[in-house]
């Protein structure tokens, strides 16, 4: 499968972005999929992730209240809702499939998302 994320981009604080990820292949509706983030000189962490269905959803506390993970099956189109973005949510921004085996193992290229103060 190959993903491909886009919609990041400069934001002033308190602004929102939505980023989209979008799949190749027929079986995107079949796995769980997630939003990671690697900011400058850290490492590569979770923000959110949904179910297949997209009936359960689940983040880190650190977006909880301001992210929102959504996903549009007949469209093979993952979404992350970004609202009273900070500037330490800067960050490159990269969605992710699960295998079979409840890992995340295809990623996407990444979209960098920038939060002016």
């Known amino acids: 499968v190959q993903l491909q994320a886009s919609g990041g981009g400069l934001v002033q604080a308190g602004g929102s972005l939505r980023l989209s990820c979008t799949a190749s292949?027929?079986?995107?509706?079949?796995?769980?999929m997630g939003w990671f983030r690697q900011a400058p000189g850290k490492e590569r962490e979770f923000v959110a992730g949904?179910?297949?269905?997209?009936?359960?959803?689940y983040s880190t506390d650190s977006v909880k209240g301001r992210f929102t993970i959504s996903r549009d099956n007949a469209k093979n189109t993952l979404y992350l809702q970004m609202d009273s973005l900070k500037p330490e949510d800067t960050a490159v921004y990269y969605c992710?499939?699960?295998?079979?085996?409840?890992?995340?193992?295809?990623w996407g290229q990444g979209t960098l998302v920038t939060v002016s103060s």
């Open positions: 949904i179910s297949w269905s997209g009936g359960r959803t």
């Open positions: 292949g027929r079986t995107f509706s079949r796995y769980g």
């Open positions: 992710a499939r699960k295998g079979d085996g409840g890992e995340y193992k295809d």
